[in-house]
C-alpha cells in the first residue's frame, strides 16, 4: 500500500488543474474547483504553506475521482 504524500494546499490545486479542474471562487483560503465534464465540485484549504493532513488528502482525492497513483504521478 502506498503511503499518502505530505503536500500544501497549493500543490493539490496544481494537480486538480492538471486533471481538467478549474478554480471557480476562492473564499478565503478555500479553493473551489469545479470539473465541467464530471459535474463535481471540490473544496481545498490552502493555508499558508502548511501540509494537509492526510485524512483531508483522501477527502480530496475521493471527492474528485483520482486515485492515489494518478495523484502521486502528477505532484
Given amino acids: ?3 499518502l504524500p ?3 494546499g497549493k500543490q ?3 494537480v486538480l488543474e492538471k486533471k481538467g479542474f478549474t478554480i471557480i471562487r476562492v473564499r478565503g483560503s478555500h479553493y473551489h ?3 465541467h465534464s464530471k459535474d463535481i465540485l471540490v473544496t481545498v484549504p490552502v493555508h ?3 501540509t494537509l493532513a492526510p485524512k483531508t488528502l483522501k477527502t480530496i482525492l475521493r471527492h474528485s475521482k483520482i486515485t492515489l ?3 502521486i504521478a502528477l505532484i
Avoid: I, Q
Fill in 69 to 71: 497513483e494518478d495523484f
Fill in 33 to 35: 474547483l469545479h470539473h
Fill in 48 to 50: 499558508a504553506g502548511k
Fill in 6 to 8: 505530505r503536500v500544501t
Fill in 1 to 3: 500500500m502506498t503511503r
Fill in 12 to 14: 493539490v490545486v496544481k
